[in-house]
């Protein structure tokens, strides 16, 4: 008799993908579960959705259907849904029993849903990046990823007119496009011929759909909130991080590196962005014990200015906490600054200090809690 099968399913966010130019964007997720898996006498495979990186959460969704379709209904191993970031709401209108009035026959072997650092009440960063120099900033910002996970980031050239952009987000107007559109035109060189036909196919879904974008911020999400239901009959979990504000110490460690203070600059920009939470629409507070939790592993009392880089904490509480600390945004995928030997690569210098060990918790708390038995 066979081990147990397992299908993970893995649904990235904004400025995620499934696979481009090479480079898979679950590859330490997939890695650490797979040995968690196996080590408890489990078999699993995986499934890396293509999600548009932009497109509308119902467009997304569709997309994640049909790759579960294709690789998942040929058994009847139990289906397990990951979602990073905006990822978090594809699984959650997914699995939600309103959502579809005639599901799939492979939609009761759905067993668990995580959402790690998923805005499941929005970000305040949508409000800007729902403006028309606030979309050139998020392309920009989707190539700077991909390029800094993929090769370790752009030359100093590139990535100082993007600073200058981001560093006026108060002034969304004002940001000239031209500077912009040059900056991603120059992302997109670095890359050479042999990358480019891929990335660029990757970066006109961005330009062609930003459907999302709108659907991120509070007043959307309480609509979403409103609409789409927890299914009964499955169990939530999510993963929440918190970043400390940027300060002056973090900025004179990295003075000596002049790329490395270009992108704490970025992060820091961001930082205090994502901070700006909306009075009318906020996150709700969590019940008492879950708050006690929260302020126990993040180190400070809860607030609405936490977040990490992109999303707010608060927002982030979605079914039970598997995991809590600090973190940026994509330090709990694994692409946090790691050693010579790692193949672990960061994304933007937050100062978190994410290191392989808070990696392993991170991953040891989802796999346990997709193997539990219900």
């Given at each position: 008799?066979?081990?147990?099968?397992?299908?993970?399913?893995?649904?990235?966010?904004?400025?995620?993908f499934?696979?481009?130019?090479?480079?898979?964007?679950?590859?330490?997720?997939?890695?650490?579960?797979?040995?968690?898996?196996?080590?408890?006498?489990?078999?699993?495979?995986?499934?890396?959705?293509?999600?548009?990186?932009?497109?509308?959460?119902?467009?997304?969704?569709?997309?994640?259907?049909?790759?579960?379709q294709?690789?998942?209904?040929?058994?009847?191993?139990?289906?397990?849904?990951?979602?990073?970031?905006?990822?978090?709401?594809?699984?959650?209108?997914?699995?939600?029993?309103?959502?579809?009035?005639?599901?799939?026959?492979?939609?009761?072997?759905?067993?668990t849903?995580t959402?790690?650092?998923?805005?499941?009440?929005?970000?305040?960063?949508a409000?800007?990046?729902?403006?028309?120099?606030?979309?050139?900033?998020?392309?920009?910002?989707?190539?700077?990823?991909?390029?800094?996970l993929?090769?370790?980031?752009?030359?100093?050239?590139?990535?100082?007119?993007?600073?200058?952009?981001?560093?006026?987000?108060?002034?969304?107007?004002?940001?000239?496009?031209?500077?912009?559109e040059?900056?991603i035109?120059?992302?997109?060189?670095?890359?050479?011929?042999?990358?480019?036909s891929?990335?660029?196919?990757?970066?006109?879904?961005?330009?062609?759909?930003?459907?999302?974008?709108?659907?991120?911020?509070?007043?959307?999400?309480?609509?979403?909130?409103?609409?789409?239901?927890?299914?009964?009959?499955?169990?939530?979990?999510?993963?929440?991080?918190?970043?400390?504000?940027?300060?002056?110490?973090?900025?004179?460690?990295?003075?000596?590196?002049?790329?490395?203070?270009l992108?704490?600059?970025?992060?820091?920009?961001?930082?205090?962005g994502?901070?700006?939470?909306?009075?009318?629409?906020?996150?709700p507070?969590?019940?008492?014990?879950?708050?006690?939790?929260?302020?126990?592993?993040?180190?400070?009392?809860?607030?609405?200015?936490?977040?990490?880089?992109?999303?707010?904490?608060?927002?982030?509480?979605?079914?039970?906490?598997?995991?809590?600390?600090?973190?940026?945004?994509?330090?709990?995928?694994?692409?946090?600054?790691?050693?010579?030997?790692?193949?672990?690569?960061?994304?933007?210098?937050?100062?978190?200090?994410?290191?392989?060990?808070?990696?392993?918790?991170?991953?040891?708390?989802?796999?346990?809690?997709?193997?539990?038995?219900?």
């Amino acid at each position: 008799m066979g081990r147990p099968r397992h299908h993970i399913i893995l649904v990235p966010g904004l400025f995620g993908f499934a696979r481009l130019g090479g480079f898979d964007y679950f590859t330490h997720v997939e890695e650490a579960l797979a040995n968690r898996f196996l080590e408890c006498g489990a078999d699993c495979e995986f499934v890396s959705v293509s999600s548009p990186p932009t497109g509308s959460i119902v467009h997304r969704t569709q997309v994640l259907m049909d790759a579960i379709q294709q690789a998942c209904s040929e058994d009847t191993g139990a289906i397990h849904l990951v979602g990073h970031s905006t990822g978090g709401l594809d699984v959650r209108l997914l699995a939600s029993p309103t959502a579809w009035p005639d599901a799939p026959e492979w939609f009761d072997r759905v067993r668990t849903v995580t959402s790690i650092a998923t805005p499941h009440y929005g970000t305040p960063l949508a409000y800007f990046f729902t403006t028309m120099a606030g979309t050139r900033v998020l392309e920009a910002l989707s190539l700077l990823t991909y390029m800094t996970l993929q090769t370790g980031g752009p030359p100093l050239t590139v990535l100082t007119p993007l600073i200058a952009a981001i560093g006026r987000l108060d002034q969304a107007l004002g940001i000239d496009n031209k500077v912009l559109e040059k900056t991603i035109e120059l992302l997109l060189s670095f890359l050479g011929e042999e990358g480019q036909s891929e990335v660029r196919e990757w970066f006109d879904g961005i330009r062609s759909d930003q459907g999302a974008i709108i659907q991120l911020t509070p007043e959307s999400m309480d609509i979403f909130n409103a609409g789409v239901e927890n299914n009964p009959n499955l169990r939530y979990g999510c993963v929440v991080t918190r970043m400390p504000p940027p300060g002056p110490v973090r900025l004179l460690k990295n003075l000596r590196s002049p790329i490395n203070a270009l992108s704490a600059a970025v992060f820091s920009t961001l930082y205090v962005g994502a901070g700006r939470t909306s009075k009318v629409y906020p996150p709700p507070g969590p019940p008492p014990e879950v708050r006690e939790y929260l302020e126990l592993k993040l180190g400070r009392e809860l607030d609405n200015s936490l977040n990490d880089g992109l999303v707010p904490t608060m927002s982030m509480i979605w079914g039970d906490v598997l995991w809590a600390g600090t973190a940026d945004h994509l330090d709990v995928l694994g692409h946090f600054h790691g050693d010579r030997d790692s193949k672990h690569t960061d994304w933007l210098v937050s100062g978190a200090g994410f290191r392989e060990d808070d990696f392993d918790e991170v991953m040891d708390a989802v796999a346990e809690f997709q193997l539990q038995r219900s």
